[in-house]
């Protein structure tokens, strides 16, 4: 085997520039804008008749998804494909994960194939660490890592591209009071989110949930929290909703989807506490008539489809950022 | 062979003695000390100038992975770490496979393990029988084939009337019970201390509450039982303040910690360093802080080194599949000696926690350096540097949180028995 982890943070070079996509958390706020500023211009790209560009051409980029998804590794997909990288989509959850094969056993003869990027998603918390731990400690460097979720820790383009919307619509984060309501405990998307927020200077997050949704000492990331959604909601430019699973009703963390609904779900009578001009994103696939009612997930303040749209240019720009030409 | 140990610092913590003394040893036991007694001969003269002699350090837990575990240590790797670490006597929990819940399991063991060069061997035994915290386990027998305790290892006795009778059984004996305190529904698939840093990392928590409840039960039913309790591997503030009312109240309850939980706080998980991943978890820097105090005034009784050998296959996972453990044999000294300079304490009172005191949890007249005991002795260069790498750590277990890091306290020589187990002159 290789060198031990050691634990360190590869996700910087040692010019303070991006190697990994690892987490938001620590990231300089000037390289966070500046993925952001790269991303606006692929938006228009898939305005255009052909809609690709040359800046992973001759690239290999390999989705490893060792958790199933269909959203995020479709989007990630199409942001290679349009940025001309071939791409190789392979769902460990259903192949050499069951056979046995430890995680850097794959990513080991992956490598061997000449990939220059691995786009990772994993149900284990720090899984995408381990990765670029290892290949850093046995010299191949040059791969990239991109993490595209790992367990409860970080889903750092989802943080991205919410960013990018909220700077879509709302220009200036450092005027803005911004709401994460639902299952903060189990969600990578809002530790994302949260760290996203800090960085860019946005000067109130709350999260909104019942008390068994939310980590020991998350105030300490830099939120306010809130147990009552009507309180929680008043006076806000954003509301982020966040993705309620279903296994959540096990274990003793809720009663029921409907009693979670009418604490908090989002319903039009609720978003009305918000600012009139504020809008609401989620990360999907939503639940309607769980976390958020069918009213306000096709309603105007919605913008939720655009969430998904600038997602394909984050991703895009995060990719061409790491591996480009 | 009669050895001649001279120019050494004796520090011998049961005596409360620490000056410029020499040692004499013959026929396996201490026959001087200071004065040469009539008519010794010394066939061999071992240099203890600029070193510390004291009696060979008492480990209260180290696993030794066999029976069942050869993959990740040997018998031979591991007493090859023991004796490089100054440790001639040491405690290992029952949690191989098979666990020791049979006598003709502790006698192979305590068989294989009776080589001169190796440190003494005393057994844990199984509370109950696969650990599996039901069924009572043969404790009079298992006693009889060495076993000095009975306990769970990490795991927990669910069914608290089991571990009532339990307690009661060994207490008809007046056997000790060493457990670990900590709850396993609030553990359940914990990885890290339920605080900042999990909350950080998206790691499931084991709140400090998981090792108050799983105390207050153990506390409540040593009270009940009048069992000879020590709790094993304290992790936070609370649990010690718990201990401490409960001796304060009466009850004759004794405990240790381990030597990371000592200089280690949930920090040092940083970006998912598995060499970190430990049970207990590692818990904050106050918890961390009440230890290291509670260690110094006695409160926790005895400083031990949980070692815990695992591959680097066990390692190199995510943080949440990691295997549990870090190696520890050889640097329950240095560790020790790194915490006596940072709380200015006297080195008699800090060997002491590593020597006559598990040696008198383990019930065994060792761990001192008196005329007549066993000749067990440990010296250590306070000065020098030991540097940890995979390379210097003889245990096969390369697993530790501690690699890359120099610390002053380096073994010179460790007798066992008045065998020269370890001669650290020729590396």
């Not at chain 1, 998307?189 to 960085?199: G, Y």
């Not at chain 2, 599949?321 to 190696?327: F, K, L, N, P, Q």
């Not at chain 2, 240095?334 to 008198?360: I, N």
Request: hydrophobic share 45%.
């Amino acid at each position: 085997m290789s060198v031990m982890n050691t634990g360190g943070n590869p996700q910087l070079n040692r010019h303070g520039e991006l190697k990994h996509l690892l987490t938001i958390e620590g990231l300089p706020r000037e390289v966070l804008t500046r993925i952001l500023d790269t991303a606006a211009p692929f938006t228009e790209v898939a305005e255009r008749e052909v809609k690709k560009l040359p800046l992973l051409r001759g690239k290999s980029v390999f989705n490893l998804f060792f958790e199933n998804s269909t959203r995020t590794r479709t989007t990630f997909e199409i942001a290679a494909k349009r940025l001309s990288a071939d791409v190789i989509n392979l769902n460990i959850s259903t192949s050499s994960a069951n056979k046995g094969e430890t995680l850097l056993d794959t990513v080991d003869n992956l490598a061997a194939m000449q990939a220059d990027m691995f786009v990772v998603r994993h149900a284990s918390s720090g899984a995408p660490y381990l990765i670029a731990q290892h290949l850093a400690a046995t010299d191949r460097d040059h791969i990239h890592v991109v993490n595209a979720g790992d367990g409860r820790h970080a889903h750092p383009t989802q943080g991205l591209l919410d960013m990018y919307t909220i700077r879509h619509y709302k220009k200036d984060f450092t005027q803005l009071t911004v709401a994460i309501v639902g299952d903060v405990l189990h969600s990578r998307v809002a530790r994302s989110q949260i760290h996203a927020l800090n960085i860019l200077g946005v000067p109130e997050i709350r999260v909104i949930a019942p008390k068994t949704l939310l980590p020991t000492g998350v105030e300490r990331l830099g939120v306010r929290v809130f147990n009552d959604m009507r309180e929680g909601l008043r006076g806000v430019d954003v509301v982020m909703m966040l993705r309620l699973q279903n296994e959540r009703m096990q274990g003793a963390l809720l009663p029921s989807t409907q009693e979670f609904f009418k604490s908090w779900g989002l319903t039009p009578e609720k978003l009305a506490l918000a600012k009139p001009d504020a809008i609401v994103m989620h990360p999907g696939p939503m639940n309607r008539g769980v976390e958020i009612d069918s009213a306000v997930a096709d309603g105007k303040q919605a913008v939720i489809l655009p969430q998904v749209t600038f997602g394909i240019a984050v991703r895009m720009a995060v990719m061409a950022m790491l591996g480009g030409n | 062979m009669k050895i001649h140990i001279k120019n050494g610092r004796l520090i011998d913590p049961a005596s409360k003695t620490d000056k410029p003394l020499d040692v004499f040893v013959a026929a396996g036991r201490i026959v001087g000390v200071g004065d040469t007694p009539a008519g010794f001969e010394a066939s061999s003269v071992l240099d203890a100038g600029g070193c510390v002699v004291c009696p060979g350090l008492v480990d209260l837990s180290a696993r030794l992975r066999e029976p069942g575990f050869e993959y990740r240590a040997t018998l031979e790797s591991e007493m090859a770490a023991a004796a490089a670490g100054g440790v001639t006597r040491l405690a290992c929990p029952p949690d191989t496979d098979p666990v020791l819940d049979e006598p003709g399991l502790v006698e192979m063991l305590t068989h294989r393990a009776r080589l001169p060069e190796f440190a003494h061997v005393h057994p844990v035994g199984a509370l109950t029988t696969q650990l599996e915290g039901k069924a009572l386990t043969e404790m009079a027998e298992l006693a009889e084939a060495g076993c000095v305790a009975f306990g769970q290892a990490n795991r927990a006795v669910v069914d608290t009337q089991v571990l009532l009778r339990a307690m009661m059984y060994a207490a008809t004996f007046d056997f000790p019970v060493w457990l670990q305190a900590q709850d396993p529904f609030l553990a359940r698939k914990g990885v890290a201390h339920d605080g900042e840093v999990a909350a950080r990392l998206g790691l499931v928590g084991i709140p400090v509450a998981a090792e108050t409840i799983a105390l207050a039960t153990i506390l409540q039913l040593a009270r009940e039982t009048g069992a000879r309790v020590h709790v094993t591997r304290v992790s936070s503030a609370a649990g010690v303040e718990m201990i401490t009312a409960a001796r304060a109240a009466g009850i004759g309850v004794t405990c240790d910690v381990a030597i990371h939980h000592l200089h280690l706080c949930e920090n040092d998980v940083g970006f998912f360093n598995a060499h970190a991943r430990l049970d207990p978890p590692l818990r904050s820097t106050g918890d961390r802080d009440a230890l290291r105090k509670a260690l110094a005034s006695g409160a926790i009784n005895a400083l031990c080194s949980d070692h815990t050998p695992v591959d680097d296959d066990g390692k190199q996972t995510p943080f949440d599949e990691a295997e549990v453990g870090a190696t520890g044999l050889e640097l329950l000294l240095p560790l020790t000696l790194k915490w006596a300079r940072e709380m200015k304490l006297p080195m008699v009172t800090a060997l002491a926690r590593v020597t006559s005191d598990p040696a008198r949890i383990l019930g065994v007249d060792a761990g001192c350096l008196k005329v007549g005991a066993p000749a067990d002795i440990c010296v250590f260069d306070p000065v020098a540097d030991y540097l940890v790498s995979r390379e210097a750590l003889k245990s096969q277990g390369k697993n530790t949180p501690f690699l890359g890091y120099a610390f002053p306290g380096r073994v010179r020589y460790t007798l066992i028995d008045g065998h020269l187990a370890f001669d650290g002159t020729l590396s």
